[in-house]
């Protein structure tokens, strides 16, 4: 069992920044690929970006790519998600998941934190 903390959410202005993190506890941390997704109100979860166990491989949702950067601190049982230049249509619930399967495996995710609510204002 792996239970995931996400904090740092807010409201925050257009092209602003934010950092959220993760932090896991229970099972071995650098045993899970991290991903983080978003809602918003009335649309579907999205996949914003994904690490590998070691960090050495990153994916990133085009709607985001070269804005938000991932990474994780296996020491520390956490990863992180920084949010650069944030627009309105980035607000969302943001939730973290582990997954124990492929890193090929791009949706599929064992544990999900709570989430944390991030609101851009335009």
């Known amino acids: 069992q792996v239970q995931l903390v996400e904090s740092g959410g807010g409201l925050v202005q257009a092209g602003g920044s934010l950092r959220l993190s993760c932090a896991a506890s229970g099972r071995t941390f650098s045993g899970y690929h991290m991903g983080w997704f978003r809602q918003a109100p009335g649309k579907e979860r999205e996949l914003v970006g994904r690490?590998?166990?070691?960090?050495?491989?990153?994916y990133y949702a085009d709607s985001v790519k070269g804005r938000f950067t991932i990474s994780r601190d296996n020491a520390k049982n956490t990863v992180y998600l920084q949010m650069n230049s944030l627009k309105p249509e980035d607000t969302a619930v943001y939730y973290c998941?582990?997954?124990?399967?492929?890193?090929?495996?791009?949706?599929?995710?064992?544990?999900w934190g709570q989430g944390t609510q991030v609101t851009v204002s335009s």
């Open positions: 998941a582990a997954g124990s399967g492929a890193w090929a495996a791009k949706y599929e995710y064992d544990y």
């Open positions: 690490i590998s166990r070691s960090g050495g491989n990153t």
